[in-house]
């Protein structure tokens, strides 16, 4: 019996070794491809595999079988005055057609997150992780066959061409759910042509407002989290809202901070009054950058703060940084946004951090999901009824 656990263990290091060497060579293909073509270089951070990152793409897939299963619960039940015996039970979506763009490890997330909730998916890859993405499904695909399961309940799209991905989100026949993940005009085409409904997985267009009674060590210690850390998230911060009375003292601590991290600083007049930074058009209050760039603006109080994200949020994650509850409470009941932090960095929206093990996407709907949508997400509900012969 040793002899042969220590052999299975000597083959599962092996195999291990083996799919990481097979992704990362996938990967390098991917990544000499992306740059003979140019692509921004926040596409290559995001395209970009290593050890420690597929490690991570291991672990979540751990973490997500390791969730309790979503589906078959008795979300809540009740009598009739008839008599009946009502549950409302939760049950999978069916098929989910997920549509990406760069990152690979959302090959593995979402297909482990589909699973989990008994749910097939349908994965549409960008072009730019091709080899990528089609070595990570051929890996869990050699799982499911092993377990003699059909290898189709993860299953790459055929044609990966715009011509596929519009067919695809017609299906309605056959797919129940389209999750688009990526940019601006990605989601829209999906949005406006598909008639399989949608959940977006829209852009970021995050906020961080420093309030006056701020603890600003604090605040700069987040401020910068929420931007450097990885900028070319959709959590991360694009505009730093500082509030008028505290602007002269922050502001040139704020350009210091980030001068060291090479951030590309950019402000209204009244920023650019106090420190010398290039000057933020209206454009660029409205731009999702997913790069080391971000926009200051001096706003009067935390009523400036919403007026201001009220008009250039996207609904997916906004921060308050303050020591003063009641402005804390105002700024989370008037925001209408996925997420909505106090004295936290928005970086933290993510189906990991909230302890979801991964994430289909990051929902700015309001209708069935929202924020970070993990197992719970992807399942809805149908109604149980028991009776004893009654009729009506």
């Not at 098929?95 to 482990?112: C, H």
């Not at 906020?207 to 931007?227: F, G």
């Not at 929206?349 to 909230?354: L, P, S, W």
């Amino acid at each position: 019996m040793e002899q042969f656990l220590e052999r299975a263990k000597s083959a599962s290091r092996t195999l291990s070794t083996a799919n990481t060497m097979n992704i990362i060579e996938a990967n390098a293909l991917d990544m000499a491809r992306a740059q003979s073509d140019n692509l921004a270089s926040s596409l290559k951070e995001r395209l970009m595999l290593d050890e420690k990152r597929i490690e991570a793409m291991a672990i979540a897939i751990e973490e997500i079988a390791a969730l309790k299963d979503p589906v078959g619960r008795v979300i809540e039940g009740w009598v009739t005055e008839a008599g009946l015996k009502i549950e409302k039970v939760s049950i999978p979506i069916g098929v989910v057609g997920i549509i990406y763009e760069s990152r690979p490890n959302v090959t593995s997330d979402t297909a482990a997150l589909c699973f989990k909730s008994s749910n097939g998916c349908v994965l549409k890859g960008g072009k730019e992780a091709e080899h990528s993405n089609a070595v990570i499904a051929d890996v869990l695909q050699r799982v499911l066959i092993r377990n003699n399961l059909p290898k189709e309940l993860i299953a790459l799209l055929p044609d990966a061409t715009r011509d596929g991905v519009a067919k695809l989100i017609k299906m309605d026949r056959y797919v129940d759910l389209i999750v688009p993940r990526g940019g601006e005009a990605l989601i829209r085409f999906v949005s406006q042509n598909a008639s399989v409904p949608v959940v977006k997985h829209d852009k970021g267009l995050c906020h961080t407002y420093i309030d006056k009674d701020a603890d600003l060590e604090n605040a700069v210690r987040i401020a910068l989290n929420a931007k450097v850390q990885r900028p070319g998230v959709c959590n991360a911060m694009e505009t730093l809202l500082v509030d008028a009375p505290i602007a002269k003292m922050i502001l040139p601590i704020l350009k210091e901070a980030f001068d060291r991290e090479h951030t590309l600083l950019k402000g209204c007049e009244q920023t650019r009054e106090v420190i010398g930074i290039d000057k933020a058009s209206e454009e660029d209050f409205d731009t999702e950058y997913l790069a080391n760039i971000l926009n200051i603006k001096v706003v009067e109080g935390v009523e400036g703060a919403i007026s201001h994200i009220v008009r250039y949020g996207s609904g997916h994650s906004e921060a308050i940084l303050t020591e003063n509850i009641t402005t804390a409470e105002r700024f989370m009941d008037a925001i209408d946004a996925a997420a909505v932090y106090v004295n936290a960095s928005t970086r933290f929206t993510d189906g990991g951090a909230f302890g979801f093990g991964a994430e289909v996407g990051i929902s700015t709907n309001k209708l069935h999901a929202r924020g970070p949508m993990g197992v719970e997400g992807l399942t809805t509900y149908k109604y149980k009824i028991y009776g004893k012969g009654q009729i009506r």
